[in-house]
């Protein structure tokens, strides 16, 4: 079955610190992958996207992820978060000629000062 | 500036009743969606849309309905059958055809069941 899995439910990062969100997933053949991210009552935000070609793609936000397909995972990586990446981030997938996006159930990370 | 527009962005309801969630976009997007969220389930999908008067259930369909009549505009209405409405609802748009771009979201219905 096709899912997507971010194992860490909740996180907790000091600020300055560097930060690994994880995300595996399991389909049937290479997706395009997404990292969203949702502050509190609002919408989902585009982080970066995968297509193909570079497997270290950037994003905006000092975000970046790198695809390894051995390991079916998409993490998304930042060096140093700042209080204003407090926030819920969603990894998700889709196939190509498909309009499921399947999303993972989330991880909400606090920043602490 | 190009966007998706949900509205209202709260609205309480009694049970019995029906609610109609509006979803614009001025994105000129062909595909359009709706997802339900809830705490620690992620985005399930209800409903999706690839082109004006066509739309397909999603894995969460039964009791909502939608309708795509015109390309900008795709309307959820929540039934009576629902039987947990509750939620947050997301409404979405990609272009080109299927899995071939990020989803756009806007910012979000609440509902509330009295």
């Known amino acids: 079955a096709q899912s997507v899995t971010q194992p860490d439910i909740h996180i907790t990062v000091s600020e300055g610190a560097s930060l690994e969100l994880r995300c595996n997933y399991s389909?049937?053949?290479?997706?395009?992958l997404f990292w969203y991210v949702q502050s509190p009552g609002q919408g989902l935000q585009l982080l970066l996207k995968?297509?193909?070609?570079?497997?270290l793609v950037q994003g905006i936000k000092g975000f970046e992820a790198e695809f390894k397909r051995s390991q079916s995972s998409f993490n998304l990586r930042k060096p140093s978060v700042h209080w204003s990446d407090a926030a819920e981030y969603f990894c998700?997938?889709?196939?190509?000629?498909?309009?499921?996006?399947?999303f993972g159930t989330g991880t909400r990370l606090k920043v602490l000062a | 500036d190009g966007g998706i527009t949900q509205s209202p962005k709260y609205l309480f309801r009694k049970e019995g009743q029906n609610v109609t969630l509006s979803c614009e976009q001025n994105?000129?997007?062909?595909?359009m969606y709706w997802y339900r969220q809830d705490p620690g389930q992620g985005l399930r999908l209800i409903y999706y849309?690839?082109?004006?008067?066509?739309?397909q259930k999603g894995d969460i369909a039964e009791g909502y309905s939608v309708s795509r009549e015109k390309k900008e505009s795709f309307p959820l209405t929540v039934t009576s059958a629902q039987k947990n409405p509750t939620a947050f609802y997301l409404c979405?748009?990609?272009?080109?055809?299927?899995?071939?771009?990020?989803?756009?979201f806007g910012e979000g219905s609440r509902l509330t069941v009295l």
């Open positions: 389909y049937g053949a290479t997706p395009y």
């Open positions: 995968y297509f193909s070609g570079d497997t």
């Open positions: 998700a997938v889709v196939g190509s000629g498909t309009y499921k996006y399947i």
């Open positions: 979405a748009s990609s272009r080109g055809q299927g899995g071939t771009g990020e989803l756009f």
């Open positions: 994105l000129n997007h062909d595909a």
């Open positions: 849309s690839q082109i004006v008067n066509d739309f």
